[in-house]
C-alpha cells in the first residue's frame, strides 16, 4: 500500500467517524455530513497533505457561535476553531427558519457541539497510526529494492 493510499483510507475512517458524531450531537438534515471530503494533495514530491473540506457551516458547529447579547460565549477546548460571534439582531432568511427561531438563535448563539478533533484523535490512536505505518514500510521497502543506491529520505 502507498502513502498516498493510506491517507486516502485514514481520511474515510475521519469523515465516518464524524459522521458519527456529527448525529450523536446534532440534529438536521444531513448536509453537513455529506459536504465532508477528504483528499489527498501532493505539494511536492514525497510529501503529502490530507485535506478536509466541508461546508462552511460545520467551523461553527464544532466551535460553536456567540450571541449578540451573550458576548461571553465559553470556547470548547476541543474545537478546532475560535468561537463565532453573531452581528445582526436575525440569522439569515434563507435559513428556512421562522423569524422567531432565527431571532432568538442570534441573540443567545450556539453550543459548540466539537466533532473535528475528537473525529481525528479517534481514527489516529485506533487505526491512523498502524495504516500508515504499514504504508511507510512498503513505501521504503520499494525504495530500497529499486533505488538501493539512492539515499532515502523519511519525512514525518
Known sequence: MKIKEALLRLGNLIKQVM?????????GTGAL???IK???EEPGKGVY????????YGNY???GVKGWDNKNGIPNPK???NIGQFRHKTIAQESGLPYPVRYVIARDGLEAKPFIVPSIN???QNQGK??????????ITILVNTDSEKIIKIRA
Open 38 to 40: 477528504y483528499e489527498v
Open 49 to 56: 497533505n490530507l485535506t478536509r473540506r466541508m461546508n462552511k
Open 122 to 124: 479517534a481514527v489516529v
Open 33 to 35: 455530513g455529506n459536504s
Open 19 to 27: 459522521l458519527v458524531n456529527l448525529n450523536a450531537n446534532t440534529s
Open 61 to 63: 458547529v464544532d466551535a
Open 79 to 81: 474545537s478546532l476553531y
Open 130 to 139: 498502524e495504516l500508515l505505518m504499514k504504508a511507510s514500510i512498503d513505501e
